[in-house]
């Protein structure tokens, strides 16, 4: 069995049965033996089997919020948020995988017609994480269904609770039992998938386990997609409008959902003309944040759902004190249970301590006075990762100038934290590999077939 505890209280929600090796091979073979039925499903039926999901999503709100809310931590405004807003990956599915699924005809003329036809992969691995259980997976196993694969979905063992009720949703719209299925434990479970003989793997995760995944599999020779973390810039340029709502709009990026997210801003600079304005603002911003208990819906700053990562970002901090960095606020631990954490916000930082080239993935920011835009973008470029950048600024070209500079797969000027299904969501070097989400998303779950046809 495995155990569910809520990360605000410690106390049990739920204990889980785990699969085991034989329930996981049967699982495995009932999606191979329904991946070529659900293939034949037509492509319009199979959308509207997806709008079904995400009817009953709606319909059971607040039911899949507190849910969330209780087993990852997050505040329960936030969890409506999030599944509300993922609904638009099912909007995205309505209106554009009819066009980007169905055969493409290339030419007609002359002797021979050229014809592309998007066949499924067949049965994938979706290794899923638990700080946006909604957003990555819809990523993922929505557009894997509506392209015509099977999915053996593996949700983190943070939000299993959440996986199951996509199982259960999933086969009440109309996704026949043999098409999705959920995967439940730890990476033995993991390992297990890695292991079957499936045909492509998609995972969200840490760059370690992403890579691991990667050599694993390598020899199969099946599509594997990695999003991984990021270690996200945002430059303040001196020619702000207004440096408080900067300093607004920057905390929200950084602290919203506790940090907890790949995308979340993760390193500030601050042009040195601005920089005391900024950050003091700032700081007087996250102090006003709510913190308490995730069922009370004024509460902006709920715990950490990893209590593991209470040590990494405490370490971070004192590593970043050792070497000379000003703590503005925050720095502990907060509350008598849970895995509370102050909102931190450092200064006087540098990329010699970890704050600003690790990782953090919770609730600590550096904010670095920097001379112009060159050094701006020297600091930026400094990292392993290759997520998103952020730049605001009053001049879109001066800013687009640091963007076009910067290997990333998303670049944001004057907002932040932002994903749409419009967009392709990419990363690269450390962030991963492939693409979700734009048109490129949807054909990601596909084998492109080439036909040359002469009567």
Request: hydrophobic share 40%; charged share 25%; aromatic share 10%.
């Amino acid at each position: 069995m495995m155990d569910i505890f809520n990360p605000a209280t410690g106390q049990l929600v739920e204990s889980l049965p785990v699969d085991n090796a034989e329930s996981v091979n049967e699982k495995i073979k009932r999606l191979q033996s329904g991946q070529s039925k659900w293939a034949k499903v037509p492509l319009e039926e199979r959308i509207s089997i997806i709008s079904r999901f995400g009817n009953l999503v709606r319909e059971n709100l607040e039911e899949l919020s507190l849910l969330l809310s209780r087993e990852t931590g997050k505040p329960l405004q936030q969890a409506k948020n999030e599944i509300t807003g993922a609904h638009n990956r099912i909007v995205h599915i309505e209106t554009a995988a009819a066009k980007w699924l169905s055969q493409e005809m290339v030419t007609a003329d002359g002797p021979t017609r050229e014809l592309i036809v998007y066949e499924p992969l067949g049965v994938i691995a979706n290794i899923s994480a638990w700080n946006f259980p909604y957003n990555v997976g819809y990523n993922v196993f929505l557009y894997a269904l509506v392209a015509g694969n099977a999915v053996a979905y593996k949700p983190s063992e943070y939000a299993s609770l959440t996986g199951l009720k996509f199982r259960e949703l999933l086969w009440k719209a109309g996704v026949p039992e043999n098409a999705f299925e959920c995967f439940i434990g730890g990476p033995a479970v993991g390992e297990m998938l890695l292991e079957a003989d499936l045909d492509g793997y998609f995972f969200t995760g840490s760059y370690r386990t992403g890579k691991y995944i990667a050599k694993k599999v390598a020899e199969k020779l099946v599509p594997v997609q990695l999003e991984l973390g990021g270690k996200d810039p945002l430059y303040v340029m001196d020619d702000v409008l207004d440096v408080k709502q900067a300093a607004l709009n920057a905390a929200e990026g950084a602290f919203y959902n506790n940090g907890q997210s790949c995308c979340a801003v993760e390193r500030i600079y601050v042009h040195e003309r601005i920089f005391d304005e900024f950050v003091a603002a700032f700081v007087t911003e996250v102090e006003a944040y709510p913190i308490g208990d995730p069922l009370d819906p004024k509460t902006f700053i709920g715990p950490l759902t990893r209590k593991d990562q209470l040590d990494i970002i405490l370490d971070q901090i004192q590593d970043a004190i050792r070497q000379g960095a000003r703590l503005e606020t925050g720095g502990r631990r907060w509350g008598e249970k849970g895995f509370y954490l102050l909102p931190t916000v450092l200064t006087g930082v540098n990329h010699k301590m970890a704050v600003m080239k690790e990782e953090s993935f919770g609730p600590v920011i550096g904010i670095q006075s920097v001379a112009n835009d060159e050094e701006a973008l020297t600091l930026m470029k400094d990292t392993d990762y290759g997520l998103t950048a952020a730049v605001f600024s009053a001049n879109e070209k001066r800013a687009k100038n640091i963007l076009e500079q910067l290997p990333t797969g998303t670049a944001y000027w004057n907002c932040s934290d932002r994903v749409s299904p419009n967009l392709p969501w990419t990363g690269r070097k450390n962030s991963g590999l492939g693409v979700t989400l734009s048109h490129l998303g949807i054909r990601a779950f596909t084998h492109p077939k080439a036909y040359h046809l002469r009567d």
